[in-house]
C-alpha cells in the first residue's frame, strides 16, 4: 500500500504499518478497511519490520525500496517465491539467493 505523500514520491507502507493504522482508527472501520484488517492479520508478519528493513536494505544486497517492501510484507520461505519478488533474482543475486532467505528465516524463527 503506499499514501501518496507527493505526485513525485509516494511514501511505501509495510502490510505491518498498514495493520497498525487500521487498528488505531478502530472500531469505525469501513467494510473495506475491516476486509483489510481481517486479511492483514491472517497473514505472516515479521516481529520487527524495522529490525528485517535494515538487514535487507545492507548495500551489498542492493534491493529497491519496493523489493525490500514486498520481501517484508510476502517473507518468501523458497526460491520460487523469491523469482515472484524479484526479477531475475538468479542473475541478479548468484550466491545472495540462499543469503536472503536466510535473512527472512530468521525473522520467521523470531516469532
Not at 16 to 42: D, G, M, W
Not at 66 to 93: A, G, T, Y
Request: hydrophobic share 35%; net charge negative; proline share 10%.
Amino acid at each position: 500500500m503506499e499514501i501518496l505523500s507527493s505526485p513525485n514520491a509516494p511514501d511505501l507502507l509495510t502490510n505491518h504499518e498498514v495493520l497498525t493504522l487500521l487498528s488505531l482508527k478502530s472500531p469505525s472501520l469501513t467494510p473495506f478497511q475491516s476486509s483489510c484488517h481481517t486479511y492483514l492479520t491472517s497473514l505472516p508478519s515479521p516481529t520487527s519490520p524495522s529490525n528485517l528493513l535494515q538487514n535487507l536494505s545492507h548495500p551489498s544486497l542492493s534491493l529497491e525500496n519496493s523489493e525490500i517492501l514486498q520481501l517484508i510484507n510476502l517473507m518468501p520461505d523458497n526460491i520460487p517465491l523469491l523469482n515472484v519478488i524479484l526479477p531475475e533474482v538468479e542473475e541478479r543475486f548468484e550466491e545472495g539467493v540462499e543469503g536472503i532467505l536466510e535473512i527472512v528465516e530468521k525473522e520467521k524463527k523470531k516469532k
